[in-house]
């Protein structure tokens, strides 16, 4: 039998390959980000005003402009729990297709919460313990990233206040069960535990809840007790860095396939699963090198913020309590259509993601829910693997760039990150099998009406 | 950092070492295993009475007395999407029960379908679709089988019908998703589809259904189509056999981690999993060698087999259209509790694995399920992966054992097999976390009542 190492199926690597350090690529932009303002006063935000929220390591790692951060002993120690995740060629894929085209993928599925997103909750719950926080609180929409934190709290000994969006908390309630096994206490937002929860409870006794209102209770639980930070899982320049243990192993990873990328696909809704994917490549595009690779970003067309939002100073929360950041968004007050794919409903976007956006770095594409699920379905039928609705929008990026090289002829090398597994989304792909489930047509009005409320910046 | 082997978490082996041959336990007895009966005429069965359900080659395989058969290059080449599976050392786990016990277990969470029931539905659908099969039937109860069915049958090209009983089909929706978009077709059982289930809707057109009667009419099914055959998922000798990869791997890895097993652990419902990781180390205990290993099977207080059971001849199914088969039985009209373990639900065992008790090769226990929830849960929290209540039997198993080195300062090394992962099984977290879990008194007055019902065996 042939052993030539682009044979396998799966490129695995050894414990002693995960990363050592993270790439922060804020080092290698030729102009410096915008900085978050106070909104207040217009003026950049200083570390003193994230002190109440954040670990001051964490702070520092936000605003660093070092190439390479050191990874704690104590952090990839858990990442051996699962990482390296394996990267596969799509062999089966491929042949279903029948395109000339080579695809492989990263897959973050095998870690415990099965998603990318335990990469930075590790991270965070470490820094805090480290600074001897007892507790963090974070809000979650559908329950993956808090799901993910309260595992890593659970590693780290840490209390952890999950408040979930209520309507998610009433109609999913299997990812709040897993919050709970892992021993976060979740509650449904709006709840009566904060000032935030009660004014809007006294307003609607009956609301659903949005982000943005699980976003303030949160943040107020953790700005009004002493022992409490916290958490975000998606959006901040240190939650993309953590994320990069994911391109830099891809990097050795298609040195063993012996492949060299020619387009990278993510999907896109706070950035972070295709920011810790493509940044350790964008490194060499940065430095000039690499022109001919593409980096596709992959958003829907029901939430288009890099295609369709305006590249400006917004809220990162709908209420409007955080610093403004410069990014695209589709206005702050501008709610998503139902996405089964929770994971990419937000607004704005990370901002390092928008400014290699701005400067033709990267590109994005915007595609409709439904042919998102006839892509995970035949991805799944050829590869086994069932991938999350999240995921499912870099997997129809992949089928229509791997039919593009079809028509054309040409054997390009696509690359891409499978962020996670969708058996804790089976009522999204019930809908689809039963014909259920609906395209959402690009809310112009809507974010019309939005973007009239952008908050205006003080010179 | 130290790099010794040992060390690791993970133990992982290359696609090369996914095995390629079966071990076939048969050929190591030293006393024939007594063989299925006809129930009519009492007498042994051959391959022409059961060529209408399988195809020849995996009869031949049911008879087999060659110690080892060789896996097709197109089975291992499906294997590839997610074997060799990962074996860890549970270094998080020993430390929060502060054992000086060493514990490693094998995870088959990674397949596709979530469990290890992929390694013989990919062995069964190739060998049907080389004899011309066109469509596969089968039963399911909460699923797990019938899922991993569905992926081969995917990947093989084959048609796949699942009668799955309806209390589960309407309770436990996510399951059939799942085989749905696999492709497969499926039915709550029982169906107008089958005379026998027709039969059964008549008595009561409100029969929750029993997998007693999902066998009826898978059977019937495939008896009645020239186009189809019949799938099983455990308790046959080639489903056992085709589960030896688990059992394999693990030796190989257990020497990369320069350790030797004192103590094998597995939950046991039909058998499978339980045979598929512990054959291949029986293989020495036959033969004389490795005394001292211990080979512990871990089942339901509430559907205690082997514990509790007779070793006698009975039917395989409940309403007894299957051939006699020796092994310990609860009686086949013994309908268990309600186990959220849907999977350890059976009132009999695989006759392999009955030959070993017999002979007091391995060992059993029965646990009850409030207990094994605990022990799910407090492995979730050490070791990020959440058990499915099948393999939180084996988990619950492992802690004990632990706990008793711990209390006789004690360095054993127990290996367990963590047969799956419990993210479909959120409802019975939920339950438990609730404290709404109950236990089941062993069923005595019903046991003793099914065995009176065994069938007479004609000399």
Redesign the interface.
Known sequence: ?A?KAGD???F?L???DIPTKWYNIQADFKTPLPPPLHPGTGQPIGPQDLAPLFPMELIKQEVSQERWIEIP?AIR?VY???RPTPL?RAR?LEKALDTPARIYYKYEG???A?SHK?NTAVAQAYYNKKEKVARLTTETGAGQWGSALA?AC??FGLQCKVYMVKVSYQQK??RR??M????AQVVASPSADTQSGKKVLEADPNSPGSLGIAISEAVEDAATREDTKYSLGSVLNHVLMHQTVVGLEVRKQLEKADAEADILVGCIGGGSNFAGFSFPFLADKLAGKAKKLRVVAVEPSACPSLTKGKYVYDFGDTVGLTPLVKMYTLGHTFIPPSLHAGGLRYHGMAPLICKLYDEKVIEAIAVPQVATFHAA?QF??A????PAPEAAHAVRGVIDEALRCKNEGKRKTIVFNLCG?G??D??A??AF?AGKLQDYEYPAEKVQEALKHLPKVKA
Not at 180 to 183: L, Q, S
Not at 383 to 386: D, F, W
């Open positions: 039998m052993t396998n199926t799966k695995l050894d414990e002693k002993d120690d051996r729990l699962w596969y089966r095998v870690s415990p099965g335990p595992i659970s590693f309630p299997y069960v897993l709970e096994t892992y021993g379905v799944a039928r590869e086994g693997i069932l597994h058996h804790l089976l009522s792909y019930e099998l």
